[in-house]
């Protein structure tokens, strides 16, 4: 018996009420929540909070206590909202909690793992717990293994591994029953330089062409910007900033990125009587903001024949997601 | 040639390598597939089987000594009792055939207990209940603490599971374990019965034995399961989890002991010899008793009668016939010095120790099936229902 395919998307659902909900218009979404509030005894954490999450890849971002982790426990169905709704693929939270389980996985943040099980015993047993056969969950226990990097050690107990074969075993755990939503909970906690960059790697690669849909949360912007298509900005609970990646940082004004030979100063100052203002320099890397009407090229090409400069290349600024998180969050 | 989108470039950069990406003819696919096969949400008791099932393999494969061993000696135990009910009842069977075959002149056996059978099955059960209890804390312990310490219920409720469904199969594996314990020696005990009756009509006269047999060696086991799982669900560690359960278990062993023995000395005309059985059997291992006390249908007295051991005794003082005579020595004798001769005892001799008066043995009552039940009932429940408060994903601080 095949089971029933859920909607993948929310299309069909009344977008959240949110203003920022416009961010994603037209992009089927995965998940969104409408005016959810959830508390802690008396203490609101999340107030009101309607947002929309699109399919694809998407960060959650925001400083420490914004909120990031209960809304995803809420979105598990481990926390039950005071008030409000939220969907899953969807599926409501508060009556449908098993099935989205069922379509969702979850790497938490802190370690996790079944005591006394080796590797594979340990991924099989998810799926098993998910609902598959024994028999297809050790054969598919066999194979995420093998994609998470851990074919060699899948029969060693889980007790012993490193941090980061902890970390790798539980993205195995999360993939084993082939969820269409997958939550990272700071999937590149206590990783070293090298084990980051094969967890984003992973990361990456199964959030996209797989057919899988991705929730990084993380206060690390690096590993946002490397692994998402498009961010949500969450701060005391609320969304301030929300929107593909692409989108955010573009830069209001004209902003210009110049590599030079080498820098010269005559050449930023023959760009200044031209209108033009330097905004920052990095050795031979110099950004500058143009007036609007300014046609760069030539601004650029003139200053450079005029000071005997040499221009390797220039292009449009964008902004880092470092500047649109500090924008957001001082707002 | 078309631009790639952006990603396109990062995707190769960041994408796993393999033996394809190294540019190699690749000999298998270790890419991400997705899983579209049968995945059907299940009924509680599906979900509930997958965990005990997993319970009862990791225990069994981790080949813990401190579940083997009392599993081995309560074999033994109950071997032991198989050889000696066999001996006693041939012995007596003879000797009755000899004194009807002697008109009297060779006297049989005095009359036994009403079911020898479910005397030495009762027997059997009692004599386990401590090892069943160390092997309920050597596979007990660890089974939701240790859960707790490596954050397994966050991998368990990240999936279509239930509080309900996770405490249903941890209960059900740990009673899978601990059940076979009094279970299997009881059966064979009572397969070995079958086949050496020395008429065919065995099941014929003890229809129901088979039935409260499966009750009494099944109750231990339930009972030290929901404990074991309350105790665990509340601990950290399984250390901690088998600490305190063993505390508990001697800690309400001791004060129902100590309570009984109280009321029993002060009710001497038995009077409330109700409560002071159930008083008495208000320990983990004392329920269990009673249970099968009731299942088996036998008494404290038929027990003592039989092995003359096994249940509490106490003598009854009887009234001395003469008044005791009184202290000899009014003033303490001086330290060191020798005790006064007795009144009437010759010069120099000592008195004569004083033979012990054996009075009557006062035993507990056999406790009432219902209250046993009660008492037992809470036992299970109760545990159960605080391991239920307590599991959770995540836990939450209420600020």
């Known amino acids: 018996m095949s089971m029933a395919a859920p909607p993948s998307s929310l299309s069909a659902d009344p977008p959240a009420t949110d203003a920022n909900a416009a961010a994603f218009a037209g992009m089927p979404l995965v998940a969104s929540t409408r005016e959810l509030t959830v508390r802690y005894g008396a203490r609101t954490v999340l107030p009101s909070l309607s947002l929309s999450i699109p399919e694809g890849c998407v960060g959650l971002l ?8 209960t809304l995803l426990k809420t979105l598990m169905g481990f926390l039950k909202p005071t008030a409000g709704e939220a969907r899953v693929l969807g599926l409501d939270v508060a009556t449908d909690v098993l099935r989205i389980r069922q379509r969702i996985g979850l790497m938490p943040e802190q370690e996790c793992h079944i005591p006394g099980m080796s590797a594979v015993q340990f991924v099989a047993y998810a799926g098993e717990l998910s609902g598959m056969p024994p028999a297809q969950a050790i054969r598919r226990a066999h194979e995420v293994l093998e994609y998470c990097g851990l074919g060699e050690a899948r029969y060693r107990e889980v007790e012993t591994y490193s941090t980061g074969m902890k970390q790798r075993i539980k993205l195995a755990q999360a993939l084993v029953h082939g969820p269409k939503l997958l939550f990272l909970d700071e999937p590149t906690n206590g990783l070293d330089p090298q084990g980051r960059d094969e967890m984003l790697a992973l990361v990456r690669d199964v959030s996209h062409g797989k057919g899988l849909s991705v929730v990084v949360s993380s206060h690390l912007l690096p590993d946002i910007e490397r692994t998402c298509d498009a961010v949500i900005v969450v701060r005391s609970g609320q969304v301030v900033r929300q929107g593909p990646l692409a989108e955010l940082s573009r830069t209001a004004q004209a902003e210009y990125e110049l590599d030079l030979l080498a820098y010269s100063p005559s050449f930023t100052e023959a760009v200044a009587r031209r209108g033009g203002r330097l905004l920052s320099s990095e050795g031979s890397r110099l950004r500058f903001t143009l007036p609007p009407d300014a046609a760069a090229g030539r601004l650029f090409f003139e200053a450079a024949r ?17 500047d649109v998180f500090m924008e957001a969050i001082e707002q | ?24 003819s690749a000999i298998a696919d270790v890419s991400y597939r997705n899983y579209d096969g049968e995945m059907p949400l299940r009924p509680l008791l599906a979900r509930a089987w997958t965990i005990a099932a997993a319970t009862v393999r990791a225990n ?56 020898p059978y479910a005397l030495t099955l009762y027997q059997g059960v009692t004599w386990s209940l401590f090892l069943v209890f160390i092997a309920a804390l050597t596979v007990g312990s660890s089974t ?7 954050n397994a219920l966050l991998v368990y409720f990240a999936r279509p599971i239930t509080r309900l469904d996770y405490l249903v199969g941890k209960w059900v594996g740990l009673f899978l374990l601990l059940a076979p314990l009094t279970l299997v020696p009881s059966l064979l005990l009572y397969l070995f019965f079958v086949a050496t009756y020395n008429d065919v009509g065995f099941l014929k006269e003890n229809p129901t034995l088979i039935f409260r047999l499966l009750g009494a060696t ?20 399984p250390r901690m989890a088998g600490a305190v359960y063993a505390g508990f278990y001697f800690v309400v062993s001791v004060l129902s002991g100590v309570a009984g023995n109280i009321l029993l000395e002060r009710d001497q005309e038995q009077k409330q010899a109700k409560t002071t059985a159930i008083v008495s059997n208000l320990s983990v291992s004392g329920v269990a008793s009673g249970v099968a006390m009731n299942l088996y249908d036998v008494t404290p007295r038929q027990v003592v009668a039989r092995f003359q051991s096994g249940g509490r005794r106490r003598r009854r003082p009887t009234p001395s016939p003469s008044p005791t005579p009184p202290a000899v020595a009014a003033t303490p004798a001086p330290s060191g010095a020798s005790p006064a001769p007795a009144a009437g005892a010759p010069d120099g001799a000592r008195e004569p120790r004083r033979p012990r008066r054996r009075g009557p043995v006062v035993l507990p009552e056999r406790p009432g099936m219902p209250a046993m039940l ?9 545990p159960l229902a605080a391991a239920h408060a307590k599991v959770r994903a995540v836990e939450v601080v209420r600020g």
């Open chain 2, 218 to 237: 099944l109750f231990p086991a339930a009972l030290h399961a929901s404990l074991m799982l309350g105790f665990s669900a509340w601990s950290k560690t």
């Open chain 2, 374 to 382: 009660f008492v037992g009932g809470l036992m299970i429940v109760l």
């Open chain 2, 1 to 24: 040639m078309t631009l790639e989108p952006d990603h396109a470039e990062a995707d190769e950069a960041t994408a796993p390598v393999t033996a394809a990406t190294a540019g190699q």
């Open chain 1, 62 to 69: 925001g400083p420490n206590g914004a909120g990031k982790t």
């Open chain 2, 144 to 150: 939701i603490a240790a859960d707790n310490r490596a």
């Open chain 1, 306 to 322: 005029e000071t005997g400069a040499q221009v390797r290349g220039f292009r449009p600024a964008q902004r880092r997601l470092e």
């Open chain 2, 60 to 115: 069994v494969n981790r080949r813990k000594f401190g579940y083997w061993i009392p599993a081995a000696l309560i074999l033994v135990i109950n071997f032991f009792l198989g050889i000696i009910h066999y001996v006693t009842q041939n012995v007596r069977d003879q000797m009755a055939a000899q004194a009807a075959m002697t008109g009297g002149l060779i006297g049989g056996l005095p009359e036994g207990p009403a079911n």
